[in-house]
């Protein structure tokens, strides 16, 4: 009996041994991400942090966080806060499109282009987009306190 569970134990050992140094293997890469590309202009202060999060300050009392992240799966989530008063459908659908110009590529910025044209509402959504790489790419837009949140998040592996 105590060989058998002295074999087991080692093949326990080594199994964690191997998951451990997989994930010690998975450095972060940029690699086909898009990085943002808000105008120097726009921005009050930004900053990148181990290349992987990004935040930035407007000029006009809008905040953004973006982090990346690229394994063995690879995805963003973008968080674009900006005061209540831009709350009619017209200016969220700007701010919206703003937002995934800066830090979408063209082909991503297009889908999200075509289905927001076409939405009345968007504060309280979550749209779920339709994407041949990603396994999720969803857009949420939420009133939080005195601030919209504009949230864009795709997955994919």
């Known amino acids: 009996m105590w060989p058998r569970l002295f074999i087991i134990i080692i093949l326990l050992l080594l199994l964690l041994t191997q ?3 997989g994930q010690a293997e998975c450095l972060f890469s940029k690699d086909g991400i898009s990085e943002p590309t808000f105008k120097s ?11 992987e999060i990004y935040n930035a300050v407007l000029k006009d009392e809008k905040y ?11 995805g963003l989530n ?12 017209i200016n969220l659908k700007k701010e919206t499109l703003y937002l995934a110009k800066n830090i979408l590529n063209k082909h991503d910025y297009q889908i999200v282009e075509n289905k927001i044209s076409t939405m009345t509402t968007l504060l309280g959504k979550t749209i779920e987009l339709p994407h041949g790489t990603y396994s999720e790419f969803i857009i949420a837009i939420k009133a939080i306190n005195k601030k919209i949140m504009i949230n864009i998040d795709y997955y994919g592996n």
Not at 64 to 74: N, S, T
Not at 78 to 89: C, E
């Open 41 to 51: 202009s726009e921005i009050e202060y930004s900053k990148w942090r181990n290349k």
């Open 64 to 74: 953004i966080y973006i982090r990346y992240w690229a394994c063995d799966h690879f």
């Open 19 to 21: 998951i451990t140094l």
């Open 78 to 89: 973008a968080n674009y806060y900006i005061p209540k008063r831009i709350f009619d459908d």
